[in-house]
């Protein structure tokens, strides 16, 4: 089940738990807001050991460190310090960009490496697919 789904039965999560604590709000508020769509927890359940993330109304602002590859600019290396710099300097989210190089392993490696919410652009992945 998804946290829309277990907020909409009235369910506290762990994750609902945990943002609650990091926002120093009740878990009844946090899952009332995910129940509404006020407020999402990003999660995916096959990813374990990930820091649960709230963004929506009534929570504090989050920062979103944009990553990724160019085709003029394809080093693995450069986007793995990237996403060390952007962890240790408190980014809450990190968001794949990446054109350039083998995509899946760039994704791969951020959603293996990042112990923060991890997002991508499924689009640009299918626009450069369809110009290969």
Do not use: W
């Not at 129940?35 to 929570?59: E, F, Q, W």
């Amino acid at each position: 089940m998804t946290q829309l789904e277990y907020a909409r039965l009235g369910k506290i999560t762990y994750e609902m738990e945990s943002v609650a604590d990091q926002e120093g709000l009740s878990p009844e508020y946090i899952r009332s807001g995910v129940a509404d769509g006020s407020i999402v927890i990003p999660h995916n359940i096959k990813r374990k050991g990930v820091k649960p993330c709230g963004i929506g109304k009534g929570l504090r602002t989050k920062v979103n460190a944009n990553l990724g590859t160019s085709p003029d600019q394809l080093s693995l290396e450069n986007e793995m310090k990237k996403l060390e710099v952007a962890i240790k300097y408190g980014a809450d989210t990190v968001m794949d960009l990446s054109t350039g190089g083998d995509l899946d392993e760039i994704r791969r490696y951020f959603l293996d490496k990042s112990p923060i919410v991890v997002g991508s652009v499924p689009i640009y992945s299918a626009a450069v697919s369809a110009v290969r």
